[in-house]
């Protein structure tokens, strides 16, 4: 028998940005297995094989009755997000839940020392992508009865609440996400529109690996002496504030790993060192 949050989720067409990995692969896969008879899926991101074989593995776990749709797109490029919606086969363009998951951060230079590639990719990313692709969905929503409907979920993070040394930029680039949507939801007061945002602590997915350039093992000592959120951790809040009743608005929440208090305040455990005689 379905969970009350199923069927409130059944019939529903449901975009996730940057659907190849981490949390928004995380995120298609609870959505799935939370309402797998009735369901459309639009996965996006620029790995289009990596969505197609996602796609797959979703439809051999819950059969046919999710219908997923693999979508190439990068949200930083404002002309891929302006025709994304009209480009739609038409029984996916009545969208009823945008996640914006897609985000990245580059590098770990302070102030002074920070790389102009690595600023633009940043903000191309993780603010103008999010708020283009908020921009061309609500124009969906706000056609949907008297006073429209639909999700806006925003993925933030701890970083847009605090800043800390090497994480600059992406701090400033959460800090507008969190800033436009608390605006957002108050423009959108009037309408049946819920706008929410999820702001993960520490979460292990390729993250950090960006973050160091594609070096795992610098990545790896991010983690030490913890135990993160996984992506599921995440993607099970995602799909709990979609499916919420239309009355309730999950407006803002932060997740942290119980190791951790604050952006830099964590409890790590001595890494044990093994010695062979």
């Not at 897609?102 to 990719?121: R, S």
Request: aromatic share 4%; charged share 25%.
């Amino acid at each position: 028998m379905a969970s009350a949050m199923g069927k409130r989720l059944e019939g529903k067409t449901i975009v996730v940005t940057g659907a190849s990995s981490g949390i928004g692969k995380s995120t298609a896969v609870e959505f799935a297995r939370t309402s797998p008879k009735n369901l459309k899926l639009v996965l996006t991101a620029r790995r289009i094989d990596t969505l197609k074989q996602i796609a797959e593995e979703i439809k051999k776990e819950v059969g046919e009755g999710v219908k997923v749709l693999p979508v190439q797109l990068d949200v930083s490029k404002p002309e891929q997000v302006r025709s994304f919606v009209r480009n739609l086969p038409q029984e996916f363009q009545d969208i009823d839940v945008l996640v914006n998951n897609a985000g990245l951060v580059k590098g770990v230079d302070k102030a002074g020392d920070i790389k102009e590639d690595d600023m633009e990719t940043m903000f191309a990313t993780n603010v103008t992508g999010l708020i283009n692709m908020s921009q061309a969905v609500l124009a969906v929503f706000k056609k949907r009865g008297e006073s429209g409907q639909g999700d806006i979920i925003n993925i933030g993070s701890i970083a847009g609440r605090e800043g800390y040394p090497g994480g600059s930029i992406y701090c400033a680039t959460k800090a507008a996400v969190r800033t436009f949507t608390d605006a957002m939801r108050r423009e959108l007061i009037a309408t049946r529109i819920r706008v929410i945002e999820i702001d993960p602590g520490q979460v292990e997915t390729e993250f950090s690996v960006v973050r160091f350039g594609g070096d795992k093992s610098k990545a790896d000592k991010v983690y030490e002496g913890v135990t993160p959120l996984t992506p599921e951790d995440i993607a099970e809040t995602v799909v709990f504030a979609a499916g919420r009743p239309e009355n309730v608005v999950v407006a803002d929440m932060l997740v942290f790993p119980n190791h951790q208090a604050a952006a830099t305040v964590m409890h790590r455990k001595p890494v044990v060192m093994s010695s062979k005689m």
